[in-house]
Nanobody, 127 residues
């Protein structure tokens, strides 16, 4: 369990972009699996994207693939979610998540496998 500090949410017009950032407090992401889930009113939380620091591979929900890009800056010990061509249906609270281990692929999309969750940042996309 680690405290996650996330930022970058906001209100944008459809078609616009935002970049979310997430970093741990007091430690590094070495060996971690990190990324984002999101949740909007009336919906279950949804896997968005994650990045495995060991191996440097990334995974995306079908709904965001091609529009969102997850990346890392090892020097800054930070993971980013670049969100382009945003749509109103992307409106949600985005939660940075982390597992202190390299999750196997079959476990990546289940939020219960992440032991650290950020407080969330609101992303609102207007028509």
């Amino acid at each position: 369990q680690v405290q996650l500090v996330e930022s970058g949410g906001g209100l944008v017009q459809a078609g616009g972009s935002l970049r979310l950032s997430c970093a741990p407090s007091g430690r590094t992401f070495t060996g971690y699996t990190t990324g984002w889930f999101r949740q909007s009113p009336g919906k279950e939380r949804e896997f968005v994207a994650v990045f495995r620091w060991s191996g440097g591979d990334s995974f995306y929900a079908d709904s965001v693939k091609g529009r969102f890009t997850i990346s890392r800056d090892r020097a800054k010990n930070t993971v980013y979610l670049q969100m382009d061509r945003l749509r109103p249906e992307d409106t949600a609270v985005y939660y940075c998540v982390a597992s202190s281990s390299r999750l196997i692929v079959s476990r990546l999309r289940d939020g219960e496998n992440y032991d650290s969750w950020g407080q969330g940042t609101q992303v609102t996309v207007r028509d």
